[in-house]
């Protein structure tokens, strides 16, 4: 993921610059965005419009948190491998999360039932991509397995499309998109991470 990104200069400017005058520390920030991603993930699973609503604020604010805890611990040189592994268990957790959620939440609609194993199924396949990142760069070291931004724009960011579906009353499409593309993106970044840990064999 890029340092600098649309969200990332968000967070910068609200989040990780005022923070960096107190005493809070990076970890603190990661774990009030895995609460926030957790707790989005609730309140957009229990399906009523108004719960959903306000799931998708809170996601939105565990997104710029997930950008400000890493800008914070540059910021203040307070960047560590561990703080960083947390990062990303927090992102998988928390990205997972919300999908399962939007499942559980979608069992009253079109779906029905089904609506739950397609929450799942995209649930995992983030889990599992988050999952490949921290196995590429425990061997390659830290943003191995980064992917290239476009516009100030990264793959991570792709999750705002959640907030945005559920306020313009577009959950269903969104999860059943999710469905079948977020698998098939995990295959293919297993691919592409299996691509880099050859080649760097090679060399």
């Known amino acids: 993921m890029s340092h600098d990104t649309w969200f990332h ?3 910068r400017v609200t989040v990780a610059g005022p923070l960096a005058r ?3 520390k990076p970890d603190q920030v990661t774990t009030v965005r895995l609460a926030t991603g957790l707790a989005a993930a609730v309140a957009i699973g229990v399906g009523l419009p108004v719960w959903q609503q306000a799931g998708a604020i809170l996601f939105v604010v565990s997104m710029v948190l997930d950008r ?5 611990a540059r910021l203040t ?3 560590s491998a561990a703080g960083h592994r947390y990062d990303l268990i927090a992102d998988g957790v928390a990205n997972a999360a919300v999908f399962i959620g939007l499942g559980v939440g979608m069992r009253n609609g079109t779906y029905g039932w089904l609506a739950l194993p397609m929450g799942l199924a995209a649930g995992v396949a983030i889990a599992a991509v988050l999952r490949f990142a921290m196995q590429v760069e425990g061997k390659k070291g830290a943003r191995a397995a980064e992917l290239p931004s476009f516009g100030r724009f990264d793959a991570d960011d ?3 499309a959640l907030p945005l579906a559920i306020w313009l009353g577009k959950g269903e499409l969104l999860l059943a998109a999710a469905s079948i593309g977020a698998p098939v993106f995990c295959v293919f970044f297993y691919w592409l991470m299996k691509r880099r840990l050859t080649s760097a064999k090679a060399d």
Do not use: P, S, Y
């Not at 400000?68 to 914070?72: F, S, T, V, Y």
């Open 9 to 11: 200069r968000i967070a």
């Open 158 to 160: 792709a999750m705002v």
């Open 68 to 72: 400000a805890d890493g800008d914070l």
């Open 22 to 24: 107190t005493k809070v």
């Open 77 to 79: 040189g307070q960047a």
